[in-house]
Nanobody
Framework: QVQLVESGGGSVQAGGSLRLSCVASGYAASRNFIAWFRQAPGKEREGVAAITTRGVGTYYADSVKGRFTISLDNAKNTVYLQMHSLKPEDTAMYYC??????????????????WGQGTQVTVSS
């Protein structure tokens, strides 16, 4: 049963842009938060950005503020992550996740019980 499907990853040079998409279905679509996490080889998974499914709240990791924008299209059950000014340190597998959480805990991966398969983002210098 498909719940979250990501797309849009790829390889870009530093300074470039990418837009990731996450289509939610089933129970995943009914969670109150949808977030993007990323994990680079040898590093812990980290929360990048999150949005409430009512679209009233957005949250960002300090490392991406001002460069990434998360948005929601309720009609399409799709969450987007627009990434600008990409840096080599943004290279990672990016995952979409859905769950019930709160503004103070949005970046904890344990708060999310639905995960996509991931999409790779590679930024070269």
């Amino acid at each position: 049963q498909v719940q979250l499907v990501e797309s849009g990853g790829g390889s870009v040079q530093a300074g470039g842009s990418l837009r990731l998409s996450c289509v939610a279905s089933g129970y995943a679509a009914s969670r109150n938060f949808i977030a993007w996490f990323r994990q680079a080889p040898g590093k812990e998974r980290e929360g990048v950005a999150a949005i409430t499914t009512r679209g009233v709240g957005t949250y960002y990791a300090d490392s991406v503020k001002g460069r990434f924008t998360i948005s929601l299209d309720n009609a399409k059950n799709t969450v987007y992550l627009q990434m600008h000014s990409l840096k080599p340190e943004d290279t990672a597998m990016y995952y979409c996740a859905a769950g019930w959480t709160y503004s103070g805990t949005w970046s904890r991966d344990s708060e999310y019980n639905y995960w996509g398969q991931g999409t790779q983002v590679t930024v070269s210098s």
